[in-house]
């Protein structure tokens, strides 16, 4: 099993030379064979190893019990030993999900910690078998290609060592090495959902095939490769219907379905900051081919004239009018803007920068045509729900500029002759997102 291990940490770039990886260690068969593996092939990468303990505080003494023999096992190997104590049930209840998912939560906030705090990566004791079952659960749930390909052997700072190995390959090096370990008694029940998969579906499947999990796991691999296929061809896509304001109904149309719907998931994850489910993504795929709004939480997708953007549902206040006498920096809906113009003979002192007004005109520079400023706007395809928040620079009544369209035709000529220069950009909040 040892080679196993070898050949899968090397495969995937697991384990860095030199550096420090912290298991996390339950107390079952699966971690204690891990820690016993990665300590027995310490040498070879000049590893720094340590464990960690999440006692659930759900099974009364035999957490106690677990949690003192992962501390044992640790001065047993003399690596130093991190454990910390959280009461799973009570923050379920107050934050209204399950145990299971409630726990998951506390160990990978603990896990994140440490490996932030010690540099280091963290080993899990998934294995083929966990892998099976994961994928059994996500089919059963209508899962896409990016869940079936299973659980990732790598996505770091977290490491999988043992994916490869089955369930009864560890049992047998635990058996073989003299290895003790504990058994959560959870684990024996069918009150949780992969327990049945585990208890039930598998067996069923290893009488098909005995090497039912080998299987899964080529199959998971080939799903994970045709996922990083379908997430590159996305990342293409979008780059090519990226437009001023949105992105190109049309372009993303021509995108393969698998393709799009990556495309659709990543655009509502990086602008709207929202998981989409396959509901979703077809009623975003139908505005895309008709045009109209999806709803998606705190703002929604709107397709219009071929263009598809997200639009936040909350609306700007009115810009209370700015006046530029020879220079301004100013802040508005997450954009600063700057201006500047030489107004040493005081002739322009109604300079001012304002929202759109009812009657205002846009005259083109090069074809010297004026127009209303909502058909220049539907011109130059700006958003509908943009345009009482975009920023215009006027004169006595005249529109200089405007964000969007950039100078008019007067605004050019007082360039030319004033130097009037001005710059937009954007502020970020200190999450890194536009501020609305």
């Given amino acids: 099993m040892v080679d196993k291990v070898l050949r899968t940490a090397d495969r995937c770039h697991m384990l860095p030379t030199g550096g420090s990886v912290v298991v996390a260690l339950s107390g079952g068969a699966d971690s204690a064979a891990l820690l016993h593996v990665l300590i027995s092939i310490n040498e070879k990468y000049n590893l720094t190893v340590s464990a960690a303990h999440l006692n659930h505080m759900l099974r009364g003494e035999e957490a106690e019990r677990d949690e003192q023999f992962c501390k044992i096992l640790c001065e047993k190997y003399h690596i130093p030993f991190y454990v910390r104590r959280r009461d799973v049930r009570a923050l379920s209840a107050a934050r209204k999900i399950s145990e299971e998912l409630c726990g998951r939560e506390e160990r990978y906030r603990f896990f994140d910690e440490l490996s ?126 990226r437009e001023e304001g949105g992105y190109s109904a049309a372009v993303l149309l021509h995108a393969a379905p698998a393709v ?79 201006a500047s113009v030489d107004n040493s003979k005081n002739e322009l002192n109604d300079l001012v920068f304002r929202n759109r007004r009812s009657g205002d005109r846009f005259t083109f520079g090069k074809r010297g045509l004026s127009k209303p400023l909502r058909k220049a706007l539907n011109e130059k395809k700006i958003p509908s729900e943009r345009r009482d928040s975009l920023v215009l620079l006027c004169l006595d009544g005249t529109v200089l500029w405007c964000e969007g369209l950039g100078f008019s035709r007067q605004g050019e000529a007082l360039a030319a002759s004033a130097g009037l220069a001005i710059q937009i950009s954007i502020i970020h909040t200190e999450k890194g997102r536009k501020d609305a």
């Fill in 116 to 241: 932030e705090k010690l540099h280091a990566r963290i080993a899990t004791a998934h294995t083929a078998s966990d892998n099976a079952e994961t994928l059994l659960f996500n089919l059963t749930r209508g899962a896409s290609v990016a869940g079936a390909a299973g659980i990732p052997p790598v996505r770091l700072p977290y490491i999988r060592p043992l994916i490869a190995c089955t369930r009864a390959e560890i049992e047998r090096y635990c058996g073989e090495n003299g290895l003790s370990y504990v058994t959560d008694s959870s684990n024996l029940s069918d009150d949780y959902t992969r327990n049945k998969i585990r208890h039930h579906v598998v067996p069923v499947l290893r009488e098909l095939n005995p090497r039912f999990e080998e299987a899964a796991l080529r199959f998971c691999e080939s799903a994970a490769n045709a996922q990083a296929y379908i997430e590159e061809s996305a990342s293409d896509v979008l780059s090519l219907a």
């Fill in 260 to 338: 799009l719907n990556e495309a659709l998931a990543a655009l509502c994850r990086e602008q709207a900051d929202f998981s989409a489910e396959q509901r979703h993504l077809d009623l975003l795929r139908r505005i895309l081919e008709r045009g109209g709004a999806v709803d998606l939480g705190r703002c929604a997708a709107v397709c219009k004239q071929g263009l598809l953007r997200f639009a936040a549902d909350e609306a700007l206040p009115s810009l209370t009018e700015v006046p530029l006498d020879s220079a301004v920096s100013f802040t508005y809906g997450g954009r600063r803007i700057t």
